[in-house]
């Protein structure tokens, strides 16, 4: 978790963005997984420390042409936070604190606004404080899932002391809401369930990190993981990817999601 005093850094939202990391005689191309307005989660192939401080730029999408991206000011004094391994062989998540906010013109903003998500079919949501899309699984290809962002800033959000979010009161004019219910996204076909950053395809240049995962090997391993869990899938699955999770269905989507 971001720093449990920043509030700003725990509100992310899935945003799937390519970056360049430096730090010492590193330099790399990332891929960023979430953001928010005082930190990110990138996948990187390599393991940093704890505390180490890198150099971030993010690659922003060209105003004038699609499908082609300008690199933004860089971003100093980026802390790790914490590292561990990624669930595609070879590669870490690392969690990064900015050291200051981002100032308002800076590209991180415009990502948050929500440009990088243009491309992705939008889902309506009832609850005001979401945002909905639909998704890919990139494990089955199965399309049209129902995945759920909550809006940047729009419920007071703090952690507990195991750095769990807990989510409170919103904003005035917005709806209540635990996105702990809703943080992971189950594929209905195959059941891979995730928070939807890695493994399922939100926008159009999601496209190339498709190519990497391992569909063919998850597969021969997830089989018997769907077996075991089918029937309390098939109990439990009314409506179980809409805005109002019950606490049975998301502690099933937990359990799904520790058996990947």
Not at 8 to 18: C, D, L, N, S
């Amino acid at each position: 978790m971001y720093e449990i005093s920043r509030k700003q850094g725990k509100e992310r939202r899935k945003i799937v963005f390519p970056a360049r990391l430096q730090v010492r005689d590193i330099t790399e191309d990332v891929v960023g997984l979430d953001l928010a307005q005082m930190g990110c989660r990138i996948k990187s192939r390599y393991r940093l420390n704890i505390l180490s401080k890198l150099i971030l730029e993010f690659y922003i999408p060209s105003k004038k042409e699609e499908g082609k991206y300008t690199v933004g000011d860089p971003m100093g004094n980026v802390i790790v936070r914490w590292s561990k391994p990624s669930k595609q062989e070879g590669y870490f998540i690392l969690g990064l604190e900015f050291g200051a906010e981002p100032r308002e013109n800076h590209g991180v903003n415009e990502l948050l606004g929500g440009r990088r998500c243009e491309t992705a079919e939008k889902l309506k949501c009832q609850n005001s404080s979401l945002m909905g899309h639909y998704a890919e699984c990139f494990a089955c290809g199965q399309k049209s899932i129902k995945q759920y962002s909550l809006k940047n800033r729009a419920v007071h959000i703090q952690n507990n002391i195991f750095g769990t979010p807990t989510y409170g009161e919103p904003v005035p004019g917005l709806d209540p809401i635990d996105y702990n219910l809703l943080y992971l996204t189950i594929c209905p076909n195959c059941h891979f369930t995730a928070p939807g950053d890695e493994f399922f395809k939100i926008s159009k240049e999601d496209e190339p990190y498709h190519h990497n995962f391992p569909s063919a090997k998850f597969s021969e391993r997830w089989s018997e993981v769907q077996a075991e869990l089918s029937e309390k899938y098939e109990k439990l699955k009314d409506n179980i990817d809409g805005e109002e999770r019950s606490i049975d269905q998301a502690l099933l989507s937990y359990e799904l999601a520790t058996r990947t």
